[in-house]
């Protein structure tokens, strides 16, 4: 099986700041990388696709990158909306799997 | 609108059965491979199982393989999660969830509100 490891865990920022977190593959996954926001008690909101590619209604300041086994998500200016876990989640092989989280707290 | 709708969660014990249902609304259902994620309180989330559209091929999370089936009724738009032997670890919220595109087996955009299942005596 494929495992997922992002970093940081955790991470504290303030709103205006730019942060990246990034999600490691065991194994190549090739471009078949996702990455959700999820808040508390709410459903998970799919952020990017393909790596790379900004889903539909996604504002423009949450970019991903990589490709292979080493992928990036940044924020480019933290608004108040974006503090939440992010998840890196592979679909290049099943049984697809998420990364452990990343919780983005307000410094 | 696309909508999906779990339902069939609930208190069941240890070593018990549960079959959970996702009905599916918005969209061609037969056209996407659909999935199961689940989530345990205050946990990350955890992805369980998936179907091809014409439920030919699944797939299955190492810890459910050989206790759930996953299945689907496309003249019902309906996707359900056969659940047996269940154990403690198996205590989440369940979310179905569509494939990115029609006939791309990529998780997706769409997902239920989820339904929860705990499995206690």
């Known amino acids: 099986d494929i495992q997922m490891t992002q970093s940081p865990s955790s991470l504290s920022a303030s709103v205006g700041d730019r942060v990246s977190i990034t999600c490691r593959a065991s194994?190549?996954?090739?471009?078949?990388l996702n990455w959700y926001q999820q808040k508390p008690g709410k459903v998970p909101n799919l952020l990017i696709y393909?790596?790379?590619s900004l889903q539909s209604g996604v504002p423009s300041r949450f970019s991903g990158s990589g490709s292979g086994t080493d992928f990036t998500l940044t924020i480019g200016s933290l608004q108040p909306e974006d503090f939440a876990t992010y998840y890196c989640q592979q679909s290049y092989s099943p049984p697809y799997t998420f990364g452990q989280g990343t919780k983005l707290e307000i410094k | 609108e696309v909508q999906l709708v779990e339902s069939g969660g609930g208190l069941v014990q240890p070593g018990g059965s549960l079959r959970l249902s996702c009905t599916a609304s918005?969209?061609?259902?037969?056209?996407?491979?659909m999935h199961w994620v689940r989530q345990a309180p205050g946990k990350g989330l955890v992805w369980v199982s998936r179907i091809n559209r014409d439920g030919s091929s699944t797939s299955y999370a190492d810890s459910v393989k050989g206790r759930f089936t996953i299945s689907r009724d496309n003249a019902k738009n309906t996707l359900y999660l056969q659940m047996n032997s269940l154990r403690a670890e198996d205590t989440a919220v369940y979310y179905c969830a569509r494939g990115l595109y029609s006939g791309d087996s990529t998780l997706g955009d769409y997902w239920g509100q989820g339904t929860l299942v705990t499995v206690s005596s």
């Open positions: 393909a790596a790379s």
């Open positions: 194994q190549t996954i090739t471009s078949y």
């Open positions: 918005g969209f061609t259902f037969s056209s996407y491979w």
